[in-house]
């Protein structure tokens, strides 16, 4: 799937939820788009387009019993 469809179907993720972390985000496309995607593909993408903005850290639990940090990401507000 191209840069620009992934980024449009994250802005349309963010605009519906507020913000979202990096897999939750995954998950969404995974399921709206018919070729899906991995956090390697869209962790670059929110990284560094000016329109995402992250906001923070939250811990999420593995499968196989550790756990592991994601990055939050929001909209960023049009005055900065």
């Not at 811990?59 to 994601?70: A, D, Q, W």
């Amino acid at each position: 799937m191209g840069k620009r469809r992934i980024k449009s179907h994250i802005w349309g993720y963010l605009m519906e939820h507020g913000k979202g972390n990096t897999v939750q985000i995954c998950e969404y496309l995974n399921k709206v788009t018919r070729d899906g995607t991995c956090v390697k593909q869209i962790g670059p993408i929110l990284s560094q387009e000016p329109a995402f903005e992250c906001v923070g850290k939250e811990k999420i639990k593995s499968l196989m019993g550790g756990s592991y940090n994601v990055k939050i990401w929001k909209l960023r507000d049009n005055n900065e």
